[in-house]
Nanobody, 126 residues
């Protein structure tokens, strides 16, 4: 079992930055790939970024590549998403998710993630 709690969301002006954190409980965080997803009002949840269990391999959606960075600290059971040069279209609820497979790599496939946080709101004003 993995429980996930996101934090760090808020209101920011376009061009600004935010850093999201995802605190995990449970003993298997360090063995699971992790991902960030987001859902804007009226839209489906979409993949933002993923990272393998070691923290060596990352994967990003084209819309955030070069602006967002995903990282993790296994010793602290924490996942991060550094978001720079934010745009109004980045406004959404952001969710972290833990992969179902142990020792896996990052994936865009939502079905590959078993555990989800409750989400944190990010609002970018233009």
């Amino acid at each position: 079992q993995v429980q996930l709690v996101e934090s760090g969301g808020g209101l920011v002006q376009a061009g600004g930055s935010l850093r999201l954190s995802c605190a995990a409980s449970g003993r298997t965080f360090s063995t699971r790939a992790m991902g960030w997803f987001r859902q804007a009002p009226g839209k489906e949840r979409e993949f933002v970024g993923g990272i393998d269990w070691v923290g060596a391999i990352t994967l990003y959606a084209d819309s955030v590549k070069g602006r967002f960075t995903i990282s993790r600290e296994n010793a602290k059971n924490t996942l991060y998403l550094q978001m720079n040069v934010l745009k109004s279209e980045d406004t959404a609820v952001y969710y972290c998710a833990a992969g179902s497979a142990r020792y896996g790599g990052p994936t865009k496939d939502m079905a590959a993630y078993d555990y989800w946080g409750q989400g944190t709101q990010v609002t970018v004003s233009s």
